[in-house]
């Protein structure tokens, strides 16, 4: 009794809540638009439009960073076995490096001896 009484105030009428959802069910009209909801998915399709962009133009880049900091380390190996620890390394292993690098990219043959 108690219960029908509760689910009576709650529902706003003399109805129980299963009543209340089982006649209204069929007659219920479609969800309201929710503005924001669609708003932020706008926002939120064109953001992943955006990042997959970005997804594409920056792979190509990011593997070329990766090629010279393996290739700058294979440099540093080669021309710098100890002996000229930091007098004039950087500006020639990042010049030596640059032109490998231009040379693998121009070239497969070369590409296939500085793999990792």
């Known amino acids: 009794m108690i219960l029908k009484w509760i689910q009576s105030l709650v529902s706003g009428n003399g109805k129980t809540l299963p009543e209340v959802s089982a006649s209204s069910a069929g007659s219920h009209p479609a969800p309201f638009l929710d503005v924001v909801q669609e708003a932020f998915r706008e926002v939120a399709a064109n953001r992943e439009k ?38 004039i390394e950087g500006e020639i292993t990042d010049e030596i490096t640059e032109r490998i690098l231009d040379v693998v990219e121009a070239d497969p043959r070369y590409e296939k001896l500085f793999k990792e």
């Open 50 to 87: 955006d990042l997959h962009h970005l997804e594409r133009m920056g792979q190509p880049l990011f593997q070329r960073k990766k090629k010279k900091d393996f290739l700058k380390r294979k440099v540093r190996k080669a021309l710098f076995n100890g002996a000229f620890a930091g007098e």
